[in-house]
Structure formats: C-alpha cells, structure tokens
C-alpha cells in the first residue's frame, strides 16, 4: 500500500526570531544604564552690565565682511588689517562684536583674534539680543 503525499506546511518557524529578540533585550538592558549621554554646562546670565558708553561696533555679516561704527561715525566697511591699525590707535576704547547669527563662528573667532593681536587693551563684549 503505497503512503499518501506529504503534506507541506505553510507556516513559518518563528522560535528562532523569538530566542534572538529575547538575547537583543537582555544585551540592550544590560548595556543602557552604561551609556552616557553628552551634556553641556552652559553659563547663565541673570542681569546684563549696562552697555559701555561709547563703543566702537564691530559687525560681522552672514558672508564675514565687517563694518565698523561708533557713536557719531557712520557705518562703513572695514578690513581686518585696517580694524587692527584703527584698534592700536583707540586702544581703550570699549568694543562690541555684533555677529549675523548666521555668520561662521571662526569668522567671529578671527575677529576676536584680530583685536586681540592688535595690542587692544580695552574691554571686548558680545552685542545679543533677548527674544
């Protein structure tokens, strides 16, 4: 008598998914409470000094051009070197930086920089605003 056909199953076998999921969740809850998340201590600022009087402006815009101003001097362009030569013949008076905020932050840095190699001993701030 012969043996009737085999029948085959349609089903998938999913023990082995179900043992791999259950080793990830036990890698994945022995390995959470050892990862550390990056934090970044900001400073606080409670009250702003008063602005100084009588600042030279230093603007910096989004393509890293400066221009400089001043109480009773009109904006004009300015390069860097020219910003350090007219710095060394100020050098006490305060300046602030006012920089796009969509302005490099190394731009910003080299103009920091420039100030600070021309001999400038005045003091320096950055100009921001509230929102």
Excluded: C, H, W
Aim: glycine letters at 6%; a neutral charge.
């Amino acid at each position: 008598m012969p043996r009737p056909p085999r029948r085959l199953k349609n089903e998938i076998n999913v023990v082995p998914y179900i043992d791999v999921m259950l080793v990830l969740l036990v890698i994945f809850m022995v390995a959470a409470p050892m990862m550390q998340t990056g934090s970044v201590d900001l400073p606080s600022v409670e009250k702003a000094d008063a602005p100084p009087q009588d600042p030279l402006r230093v603007e910096v815009n989004a393509a890293g051009s400066l221009t400089l101003s001043g109480a009773g001097e009109p904006a004009r362009p300015i390069g860097r070197e020219e910003l350090t030569t007219y710095l060394k013949n100020n050098p006490d008076r305060p300046v602030l930086i006012a920089a796009d905020k969509n302005a490099r932050y190394e731009t910003v840095l080299q103009t920091l920089d420039n100030i600070k190699s021309s001999g400038f001993t005045g003091r320096v701030g950055l100009e921001t605003t509230r929102q």
